[in-house]
């Protein structure tokens, strides 16, 4: 969208942005939040597919089972983060995927994963180590098994980062529209990741977590992206009359 002129499109540019996301957890229904500075985290996808020689599973030793060294992968990868990078500037690596053979008496000739990787970059190298290290390993570790691995990690999400003053200004607004007790600001960043990133990389805004759930419990409320997330869909005025506040305001001299 920005490459096609988004921002562009009002025939003039786009002097400031703001975005909204509700939450099936976590937070109260009706609380909006959001921090200054770094809110989400950088996401990048870890491809990686394993290539052995299939057989049968009672003769492993006439096949090239690619199984094993792809748990180990799974396996490696988490005491990597955990060895390789500070815990001050954190890195979340999650295997989502994985797939590998149609029989259970069967060796297949390859086996597939996937994994998200999350970095915050407080400081510039962290990411780039990871998508340097965690292809690496991957590589060494098919390798010490004699197999191929074909791998790679596709950058995908920037940080999202809230301008300081967009975040005061939101803040602000949203005590005025609704009172001090419906606006929290979060102490730390999350490790989710967000495409409006990319809009806040070139246009100074702020992005707000909405709480959206109908459960008592918050906390341990299914989350987002639970098959068993569900949200009151009560709390969308509120979002939807915030947005237009805003804009209001800015665009008001």
Do not use: W
Request: charged share 20%; glycine share 8%.
């Amino acid at each position: 969208m920005i490459e096609e002129g988004v921002l562009e499109a009002a025939g003039r540019p786009v002097e400031r942005a703001y975005g909204l996301h509700v939450m099936a957890g976590e937070y109260p229904r009706g609380l909006f939040v959001a921090r200054p500075g770094t809110l989400m985290a950088a996401s990048d996808g870890l491809l990686v597919r394993v290539i052995g020689a299939g057989g049968h599973g009672s003769s492993p030793h006439r096949a090239l089972d690619p199984v094993p060294a792809a748990c180990e992968m799974v396996n490696a990868l988490q005491t990597m983060v955990t060895r390789g990078f500070s815990i001050f500037d954190p890195v979340v690596v999650t295997v989502g995927m994985f797939h590998a053979g149609t029989r259970r008496n069967v060796i297949p000739d390859e086996a597939v994963f996937e994994a998200t990787v999350r970095s915050f970059s407080f400081s510039p190298q962290a990411r780039e180590k990871i998508q340097i290290e965690s292809v690496r390993l991957c590589e060494r570790i098919g390798a010490a098994y004699g197999l191929e691995v074909q791998a790679r990690c596709q950058p995908e999400y920037p940080l999202t980062v809230n301008n300081a003053q967009e975040f005061d200004f939101v803040a602000a607004t949203t005590k005025e529209v609704f009172g001090e007790e419906r606006f929290q600001q979060l102490a730390d960043p999350i490790a989710g990741s967000e495409d409006f990133s990319r809009v806040l990389d070139r246009v100074p805004g702020a992005y707000v977590f909405l709480g959206a759930t109908r459960s008592a419990d918050p906390q341990t409320a299914p989350g987002n992206h639970s098959p068993l997330a569900t949200f009151d869909d009560s709390v969308l005025s509120d979002g939807a009359a915030l947005l237009a506040e805003l804009a209001l305001r800015r665009l008001t001299p």
